[in-house]
């Protein structure tokens, strides 16, 4: 499909979407104002309330077929969708989910030439069988299940033929949004979302790359019995074909048939925010796509102990965080803390937030009117922000500006270098982690891994020491 098409596809199903909501904003101001004046002119008659929850439906399926059509990055940004839940009607999150792990396969005959050309030989001759019918189909590739010739149960992941050149094009046609995006919000550096989304998808598509990753990320957390990785097939994996051994378990939002397993929720979404802020603020290497399809929850026996292993899978999306992003993290963390402003401000500018010439002054008085709504908050959790009324999100996030004054704190902002795999990383995870169990305080959980880093740095502060180097690059 050529870049006109699919821009021209996109662009008329988002059409189409938004021409269906300014008729339904159109109604709703009209009927508003025949209700009277006072607090229930903002009130709406229920057929155009019942009316909207259609129209969010239509939009929904429609939207999904749109991405399913497409492919290739558009059904990355279903995903990511569907997890942000929250900040659209519900009907999208119910619809976009199934891009998490229900995308239409390709067929097998389609990919037998992948094997051909890794391995010179077919299926029948490197496998003692493998299943023609997928285990899983996502963006860029899917899953087979095999049998070695020694028996073992192994997963092979394919990559689509072809699907390099698609995702060319579809970066092309984000290019032009981003462009457009520009003109009207003129935040620094934004084309960095662009750059940073065209190295992701270059490391998703080497599975080479992608089997180093796994292997790292394995040794990280050597020796903790909750947490598992399938192991790579060495001889069986190439920059198309990756083959590791097959991994059991339940899907993690699966919280019926968890239970049933006698696994509680809560310690699964519990274990799998420890293991992320493990991954981020320890290691430095981190899981940038942690989609509900990516983790499994695999029951212990009596004999190893009882209790559960978080199962992690897909690590094509691993990155490395630089220094300067988590010792900012941290700085605006002790800052939120402390209730210091200043301190926030210093995190943002060692994160690369503050452009060159910046207003501090105006930065520091955002942050503090921001800050002060947000601790008038007691719940202050994700799954909180999640069943937030959208003009309660609108209160919070105004900076409560003066319109030039806006206009300068957009200046005073650039994005930062790799801020968009933390940034996608975060919103993936913690929306995750909601869905699983909706009380549980993230902020809470980070206290083991955040506290420990923050005396380090007093005592090399005190101590006139520097930290390890600041430069590091997503892991290549």
């Not at 097959?246 to 397993?261: H, N």
């Not at 320890?282 to 499994?296: E, M, S, V």
């Amino acid at each position: 499909m050529t870049l006109a098409v699919r821009l021209l596809r996109a662009l008329f199903a988002f059409s189409v979407i938004l021409t269906s909501y300014l008729i339904q904003l159109g109604l709703a101001r009209v009927f508003a104002r025949r209700l009277g004046s006072g607090a229930a002119a903002r009130e709406l008659p229920g057929w155009l309330v019942e009316r909207r929850a259609r129209v969010d439906q239509k939009n929904a399926r429609r939207l999904l077929r749109v991405m399913l059509k497409l492919r290739g990055v558009f059904i990355k940004l279903g995903q990511v969708l569907s997890i942000m839940g929250g900040f659209l009607p519900r009907a999208y999150g119910k619809e976009l989910e199934q891009l998490q792990d229900q995308v239409p396969p390709h067929p097998f005959s389609d990919l037998e030439a992948a094997l051909r050309a890794s391995f010179g030989r077919s299926a029948g001759e490197l496998f003692a069988s493998i299943e023609r019918a997928p285990l899983a189909a996502a963006s860029l590739g899917q899953v087979h299940v095999a049998r070695l010739r020694d028996g073992r149960k192994v997963a092979v992941k394919f990559l689509y033929p072809g699907i390099r050149g698609i995702i060319a094009v579809d970066l092309r046609v984000l290019r032009l949004a981003i462009l457009v995006y520009k003109r009207f919000v003129p935040v620094g550096h934004i084309e960095r979302v662009h750059e940073s989304l065209v190295d992701l998808l270059r490391r998703e598509t080497d599975y080479l790359h992608e089997a180093a990753c796994m292997e790292r990320m394995a040794q990280n957390f050597e020796g903790d019995a909750g947490v598992a990785f399938p192991d790579v097939i060495h001889e069986l994996t190439t920059r198309d074909v990756l083959t590791m051994t097959f991994m059991e378990g339940i899907k993690i939002t699966r919280l019926d048939a968890l239970r049933t397993a006698g696994v509680e929720p809560s310690d699964v979404a519990l274990r799998l925010v420890q293991v992320f802020y493990k991954m981020l603020f320890a290691d430095r290497f981190f899981h940038a796509d942690p989609h509900p399809g990516n983790f499994l929850v695999a029951a212990r026996s009596a004999e190893e102990g009882g209790g559960f292993r978080l199962v992690v899978l897909d690590f094509g999306a691993i990155c490395e965080a630089r220094d300067e992003l988590i010792d900012g993290l941290l700085d605006i963390l002790k800052g939120i803390f402390a209730q210091d402003d200043a301190a926030v401000v210093r995190g943002f500018r060692r994160m690369g937030f503050v452009a060159p010439g910046g207003n501090d002054a105006l930065l520091e008085r955002t942050v503090k009117s921001y800050f002060a709504k947000l601790l008038k908050i007691q719940d202050r959790t994700p799954a909180a922000l999640m069943r937030a009324r959208p003009e309660q999100l609108e209160k919070l996030a105004d900076p409560e500006l003066e319109r030039g004054e806006l206009q300068e704190l957009m200046r005073s902002f650039e994005y930062p270098e790799d801020w968009f795999y933390v940034e996608r990383a975060c919103v993936l995870l913690f929306w995750l982690a909601a869905q699983i169990d909706p009380n549980l305080d993230t902020m809470a959980v980070g206290f083991p891994y955040l506290m420990p880093l923050m005396a380090q740095r007093e005592a090399r502060a005190e101590s006139g020491g520097s930290g390890p180097s600041s430069r590091r690059s997503p892991a290549r």
